[in-house]
């Protein structure tokens, strides 16, 4: 499926830093949450037609609902509370390991495809 530019690029991001685990510290973990958060903000903004506004996503979570259907509206609420948690999780805190992160790469493509326009035409166009 091909993605809006800004979201493609984000998923390929965590992608590159998630094939080198070994590199990935607590900084790189919160870069990759922050991302995959991003890329899920800016396809909920599409699909509730509010990308070039400065809605907070907590408004347009709540009414993804009347835009989408809503077990993909609550999967990417979900998702967007689990992400939010591992950015700002405290020191005390265990990090998110390497295997939730690539949890949440996937889940973020799923959403994002979810909630990309599906055009469907039917029927005749007469131009006469």
Not at 27 to 34: L, T
Not at 58 to 68: F, G, K, R
Not at 88 to 99: C, D, F, N, S
Request: overall charge negative; charged content about 20%.
């Amino acid at each position: 499926m091909k993605f809006s530019p800004d979201v493609q690029d984000r998923l390929t991001c965590v992608a590159n830093l998630l094939s080198r685990p070994d590199q990935l510290d607590g900084v790189r973990i919160r870069c990759c949450a922050e991302l995959l958060r991003t890329a899920v903000e800016r396809s909920v903004a599409r699909a509730c037609g509010a990308e070039n506004t400065d809605q907070p996503v907590h408004a347009l979570l709540i009414s993804l609902p009347s835009h989408v259907d809503a077990d993909v509206a609550h999967d990417a609420t979900q998702l967007w509370h689990a992400l939010s948690r591992a950015i700002r999780h405290h020191g005390y805190e265990l990090t998110p390991t390497v295997a939730e992160l690539r949890g949440w790469h996937a889940d973020t493509a799923m959403v994002v495809e979810a909630l990309q326009p599906n055009l469907t035409l039917s029927g005749t166009i007469d131009l006469t």
